[in-house]
């Protein structure tokens, strides 16, 4: 394990005693593995702000928990450690705690876990569910602020929501699809990670409304439950191709997209427009190779920024900054 940093540096970061990471640093039992894992990941943050410009010494520290698909929790974490950077000479270090499996149930229990003495506030992407909304009420009667991040859900006490206008982005890209294909109509396949996501669910709305209006000639069809993950979106889409047929154009909201073209190439579907969402490593290489026609996007950068400005504000003031959601922004293989 590295030494570039104190034990007291490390304990601050991880959110555990100093004398914590003095067990961990030295090998010695009656350590958890998660917390091995959380004083590692502390490590590796440290690096990342270090690399980014982040002045060291006494800060704010955030909590950034995601429950995302690993290509976007990555996009989001660039954002963030940019954003912080941008910020000097105020030292914002953000603790990041992602995984693209995690359960409302696990979710709820990670937010239990913050303290106010621990965290200066919670930037939070999760579904919609009891549990984790019960989670998010708790942390704010404890003293806790929590802005919800790209998905808002229902909580009362939540700071701020943070992200693009899902709504307008889900009308956004039936525009470019209801333009292209006219009244040639056709299998239109609306792929969302999961309903369960507010986000996701106003996309589709969005989305489904405008096609219904504008582009009645199109059979929408929407899959569910792939969770941005490309197996499970494949297996999904698959099935949605035996049974309806050749498929006319794609909006994937919710990730999974190397799945959906493995999907199309072995029914040998072409000529198929194809709009993704969110311009992450991955859709940036099938932009280039032409594999999907645009992306409809949002400055990650101005949004990790909007959500520590909500933090700070709070922290300062005990009330949100104000508020706007981030403008859909339209990109092609031509303008990236």
């Known amino acids: ?29 009656h350590v958890h593995e998660q917390t091995r894992r959380r004083v590692d990941a502390a490590i590796r943050e440290l690096e990342e702000q270090v690399e980014a410009g982040i002045p060291a010494g006494h800060g704010l520290t955030f909590d950034v928990l995601l429950n995302s698909p690993e ?15 941008a910020m000097a000479p105020l030292r914002i270090a953000p603790r990041f705690h992602a995984d693209e499996r995690m359960s409302p149930e696990r979710i709820a229990a990670d937010l239990g876990v ?3 003495k621990a965290t200066h506030g919670v930037i939070l992407k999760a579904p919609e569910h009891p549990a984790v909304i019960a989670a998010v009420e708790s942390l704010v009667a404890r003293g806790v602020p929590v802005v919800t991040f790209a998905t808002d859900i229902g909580a009362n006490g939540r700071l701020a929501y943070v992200g693009i206008d899902n709504a307008a982005a889900g009308r956004t890209a039936a525009f470019l699809l209801s333009r292209v294909l006219g009244q040639r109509g ?17 996309r589709w709305r969005g989305f489904a409304d405008f096609m219904a209006a504008r582009c009645p000639c199109a059979d929408v069809v929407a899959i569910d439950g792939g969770h941005g993950l490309d197996q499970a979106t494949y297996e999904l889409a698959r099935a949605t191709r035996s049974a309806r047929g050749p498929i006319a154009g794609i909006y994937s909201m919710g990730g999974g997209n190397r799945g959906l073209l493995r999907a199309l190439d072995e ?34 950068r101005a949004d990790a920024a909007r959500a ?17 959601a981030s403008r859909a922004v339209i990109v092609t293989p031509w303008n990236m």
């Open 1 to 29: 394990m590295t030494h570039r940093f104190t034990v007291k540096q490390i304990a601050a970061q991880a959110g555990v005693s100093a004398a914590t990471v003095d067990r961990v640093r030295h090998g010695r039992a």
């Open 71 to 85: 290509r976007f929790s990555q996009a989001v974490r660039r954002a963030f450690v940019a954003a912080a950077a």
């Open 114 to 116: 913050f303290e106010p």
């Open 186 to 202: 056709g299998v239109v396949l609306a792929n969302l990670g999961s309903r369960g996501f507010h986000g996701e669910h106003d």
């Open 267 to 300: 029914a040998g579907d072409r000529d198929v427009v194809f709009v993704g969402h969110d311009l992450d490593d991955e859709n940036r290489g099938l932009l280039r190779a032409g594999r999907i026609d645009a992306v409809v996007d949002h400055d990650l």
């Open 308 to 324: 520590i400005r909500h933090l700070l504000c709070f922290r300062r003031h005990g009330r949100a900054a104000e508020s706007e």
